[in-house]
């Protein structure tokens, strides 16, 4: 008999409170589950994301499959150490007493995933959960079912309900569970919607990470390594046909190398996806028709460098890359979230650095220069989540970086133990002597004023 969301969240903090999550062994043997569940599904994993999305094997396994496999090994080796309680310093005021730092889960998370990279970003949060020792209900985006469907069945097959359990649905589905009594909540997706998950927190007081997105700038300086620039700027734009929220957004490039990037650029796309990239069979699709529509607008908001070229029936795009932009567009108001690259050009990089700063705090920000003085400058004026120097997306990749956004491009982060600390209360612990007492403390004290006028300074 199917239960409703009231009872699987009620059923899901009674296990909680039973205590079995907080128990290393059984989180180092639940992450262990995950992992042989993930290689077992790895031929369906790939036919949904090729329904859904259109990805290609190769693709599929990089961003998705082998990732959480990856982040699986590498928090099961450090899982017990994070768990364990930390020594504190203790100062000279508190004479005689111990002091740690005790980490403990937060109980019971709701993780709301997205559809761009839907297994990734569904499963890479319940890592972090069950690591710290939650119990946790999970939603995936209804814009991929396929995926969706085959990550309820993934989960169905592994674990207790009481103890990981997914709602399948729409937005409000979503909204109901927002509505329920959770003891943290992992948000990734839009800004937009992020807010509203935010809101729904904070009648409850709900502590709550949020991973959105924005319009990441890219800035290439005239001494970049144009070749490299190119690939490293076409790997993370065209990826996922542009669906990720790190991808760079737009390009602020040196009014002297302009002309050769977008050369590079194009040759770039060619060598990647072929002359042809939306009769190319492994060229990812846009996720549905709204998002294909919108994308189809921002083409005719400037000139096409080259690219522009679309499938209304088989929802591609191809990697295009345009300039005459204008900064008011509706393009470059938005979050692009598709194969399309608008290029500026500047003469002077503070012009690129003022724009930015111009618009919320982007997730991510990559630049492309040698000169350490241009590097310095853009690090310490311009606030992102994270980025790269010479590349793009591959901070991602790093389990010892934390992954996450700043102001409207989120608050929070994860990866490695910093998926740990997000779904973890780090509890404050006094252990004090019974062997002594220190009188000054108390009211009765007739020197207690002077021994905290000597001591509190």
Known sequence: MEITIEELVSRQKSYFDSGITKDIRFRLDMLQKLREAIRGAEDRIFEALKHDLNKPKAEAYGSEIGFLLAEITFVMKRAAAWAKPKKAKTPWLLLGSKSSIVPE????????????????????????????????VLK??????????????IVRNTFDPRYVAVVEG?????????RQPFDCIFFTGSTRVGSIVAQEAAKRLIPVTLELGGKSPCIVHRDADLLLAARRIAFGKFTNAGQTCVAPDYVWV????????????????????????????????????????????????????????????????????????????????????GPILPVFEYGELDEA????????????????????????????RISFGGGCINDTLMHLSSPYLPFGG?????????????????????????KQTTAFDLPFRYPSSKTGYR???KWMK
């Open 140 to 153: 995936p985006s209804e814009l991929t079912p396929a995926v969706s469907s085959l990550i309820a069945d």
């Open 105 to 136: 889960p937060y109980g019971t998370a709701l993780i709301i995933s997205p559809w761009n990279y839907p297994v990734q970003l569904t499963f890479a949060p319940l890592i972090a959960a069950i690591a710290a020792g939650n119990t946790a």
């Open 170 to 178: 729409d937005a409000e589905v979503t909204g109901r569970l927002l």
């Open 406 to 430: 700043v102001g409207e491009s989120g608050t929070g982060s994860y990866h490695g133990e910093y998926g740990f600390r997000a779904f973890s209360h780090y509890k404050s612990v006094l």
């Open 353 to 380: 650095i003022r724009f930015v700063l111009g618009k919320p705090k982007p997730l991510a920000l990559y630049l492309f220069t040698g000169e350490e003085a241009v590097q310095n400058n853009v690090l310490s």
């Open 451 to 453: 021994m905290m006028r």
């Open 254 to 337: 040196h009014r002297e190398v302009k002309a050769e990037l977008i050369d590079r650029l194009h040759q770039t796309v060619e060598q990647f996806y072929g002359k042809d990239p939306v009769r190319n069979v492994n060229y990812p699709k846009i996720v549905n028709e709204r998002h294909f529509q919108r994308l189809s607008r921002y083409l005719q908001q400037g000139t096409v460098a080259f690219g522009g070229e679309t499938d209304t029936l088989l929802y591609k795009i191809a990697p295009t890359v345009m300039e005459d932009v204008p900064l008011d567009a509706e393009s470059m108001q938005d979050e692009i979230f």
